[in-house]
């Protein structure tokens, strides 16, 4: 009988650039409090967001993703020809289908490769990871380009006094490829259910078929809800990832936290007990939550501020809508 051919499987993958693009408007809390019945402080001692970066009008999710694409590509030192499969994590392109990730790998010029959007919300850019780490240990790609990208301005109710003033629009884009030595650990990633309204949308696209009046569908979120459970069940996960990846806390060079709520971000280091050596991503001050995008447009940041990081390990974590979390240990580029 006839044996079937085997892929080449690598040891070792690490992620071998970095790339983000930010919304170019800068929208001040004072810009939002109106609508929502409050003030520059309030959302400041809530959420530690002074300002948000949204996108212009004109400007599509996939635009956001290409530049940020292009950025990681060119640190990565790969032209696009390079890439063997394109994952995009976003629950913001306003088509169901085709993907965000198709036309994106068109844009770049990596045509023909496998290309598909994950749909993981806050944990989606580590979900793409993990993705992108089996798929280069496995020979089925020799480079994988991973993006978080949103444009949740187009999904904001500017009444809402939920979440609407958390939200910024952007991208971040990395590129996984074989290493030899570990540079992705394996992956502590899962999902509950049984939260599965605490972030949700106001109503689905056959609610409006149903019924127009019910316009455009917001995101909405039971704040306290996914307070506890980022800021408990949270710091359980990513202990249980530096336990996957061998390493204690001390070992660490940065923490990028998905960036949802300075109170969570500061909790989270508590409950870890970081020691003051630990860079802390807080990225989401002048930002604004970015959902899948705010983890590697967090690290491109650390790593343009503090190039000295380059080489260290950095615990990143995402957890939000489904609700779904996920996280690694990961070599900095």
């Known amino acids: ?8 499987a690598r040891e070792h993958a690490r992620i071998l650039g970095v790339g983000e693009c930010r919304g170019t408007l800068i929208v001040p809390n004072e810009d939002l409090v109106g609508p929502i019945d409050s003030s ?6 809530r959420t530690g967001i002074v300002t948000r970066r949204r996108a212009e009008e004109s400007v599509s999710v996939v635009d956001l993703a290409e ?11 790969l032209e696009a020809s390079a890439i063997g499969a394109v994952i995009v994590a976003t629950v913001t392109h306003p088509y169901a289908t085709p993907s965000a990730a198709a036309l994106l790998a068109h844009r770049i010029g990596a045509d023909g490769v496998p290309a ?10 580590c979900y793409g990871v993990a993705q992108a780490d089996a798929l280069v240990r496995s020979g089925m790609a020799e480079h994988v380009l991973v993006v978080g990208v949103e444009k949740l301005s187009d999904f904001v109710d500017p009444a809402d006094r939920t979440i609407s003033f958390l939200l910024g629009d952007g991208a971040g884009a990395v590129v996984v490829g074989a290493s030899e030595t570990p540079g992705i650990s394996p992956s502590v990633w899962g999902s509950d259910g049984s939260k599965w309204e605490a972030i949700r949308m106001t109503h689905s696209l056959l609610d409006v078929r149903e019924d ?4 455009w569908p917001t995101l909405r979120q039971d704040g306290q809800t996914v307070f506890r459970w980022a800021v408990w069940e949270m710091a359980k996960m990513a202990r249980k990832a ?12 940065a923490f990028l936290p998905h960036q949802a709520n300075m109170r969570i971000i500061d909790e989270m280091v508590k409950q870890l007990k970081l020691p003051e050596t630990v860079h802390v991503a807080r990225d989401i001050a002048d930002t604004g939550n970015t959902s899948a995008a705010s983890i590697p447009m967090a ?5 343009d501020e503090k190039p000295e990081l380059s080489g260290k390990l950095a615990l990143q974590i995402g957890f939000g ?7 690694q240990v990961v070599v900095l580029p």
């Open 1 to 8: 009988m006839a044996e079937l051919t085997q892929l080449t």
């Open 40 to 45: 520059d402080e309030w959302i400041r001692q």
């Open 67 to 77: 530049a940020a694409s292009r950025q990681a590509l060119e640190h990565a030192g």
């Open 116 to 125: 598909f959007d994950i749909s993981a919300a806050c944990a989606g850019y």
């Open 212 to 215: 127009p009046s019910c316009g």
């Open 242 to 253: 530096l336990e996957a990846a061998g390493i204690e806390a001390s070992d660490l060079g």
């Open 299 to 303: 690290m491109r940041r650390m790593l």
């Open 321 to 327: 809508a489904g609700l779904v979390f996920g996280a």
